[in-house]
């Protein structure tokens, strides 16, 4: 698509150049996530943003556009949710995917093959899956894994030309801390794209963009849901550099987010930093508790001043969230745990109301190859818990009888 079609498609479909970033400054990001962006396209005055469940878009007339067309294309409640987020996360524009791996796997598309993308060695396992098994197995493109938390491997691992970096951080579920500026300073160098994964502390903790990422995807399943009701995920663009591409691949294939659905978001976004700040006071306590638990035998939290890449975290983020990994004294006793647990629901997936506990080594990480798990710290003694919003001490003495 050359860019007068790009721009005359553009102007027919609401938003897609992006939002006003002046728009809100004024505004704290908790009143922003409150208020959301806040387009009202009708005039009933409801206060909860109307759900537009409409497949299609009557034009006014020949060549004229309501700003809507087809709804793979752009929807009204969609829309608001996207600018929300891309204001929140200090973006140009976003866009809502029906599930976090569906916005990964659209940026994947920006790559062709042959080309290299340095990943994170600690990836969420789907991630992984779907980058060795879906594209390097059937499109030729290279994952090399490298350790982000440690700079010189990363130039090392920068042999020849590379495409992008594609970062979690924290790290799924070593909990590892990269330097997001100085990862953005290494890979534009190399003319590469920065991409961060921040499902686990979210733009009300931790923003990439502003750090010198180029992009940022999301599992907005997660904390950016927080309910536990609502498959969804996000890209997050800076600048317009790459908003055409990664729109055409986002509207031709068809993975948005349905006006429902993006309304639970819109609903969920509200009370994003509250819900935040309470699931990481209960995970300060509940990782003091581990650590002095016998049975548990390490504990990984970026908030606990222990961990390795504390000092980086308290440089880089404004928060510290609530996911806490940790080894227990045995095999045995982490199949106990995921028995015994009687609030703590053993279940896959994080970030939401309710508390969850999950065993890498089998359900997240199953896909990953034993000896790169093992070589990563990821053991079979691992548990991995999302800490949500029930009562600290309710939670506690749940992992006290759990533990013994
Ligand atoms: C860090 C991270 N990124 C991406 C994903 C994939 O997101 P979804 O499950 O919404 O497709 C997950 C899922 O657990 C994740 O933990």
Redesign the pocket.
Known sequence: MDDSSFEAMASEIEGLLGIDRTRHERYSFVTRAVRGYGDRPDATGAVSYPIYQSATFAHPRLHESTGFAYGRCGNPTVLELENTIAMLEGGLKALAFC??????SCIIKLFKQGDVVLVSDD?????HRLFQDVYAARYGIEFRPVDFTDLEAVESACSGPIAAFFV?TP??PMMKVSDIAALAELAHAQDALLIV?N??LTCYFQRPLDLGADLV??????YLCGHNDC???FVVIRDDKLLERVFMDYMSEGDALGPFDAWLMLRSLKTLPLRLDAQEERAKKICAFLKTHPNVTRVLYVGDPDHPDYELSCKQTTGFGAMISFDVDSVERAEQVLEKTKLITFA???GGAESLITYPAVQ?HGSVPEEKRLALGLTDKLLRLSVGLEDADDLIADLEQALS
Do not use: P
Not at 99 to 104: E, P, V
Not at 123 to 127: E, I, K, M, R
């Open positions: 599930s976090g791996m569906a916005a990964i990836l969420y396992g789907g991630t979690e790290t799924n994964d499902t686990f995807v999301y599992s907005g399943t997660k498959i969804c995920g896959e997936s994080l997240t």
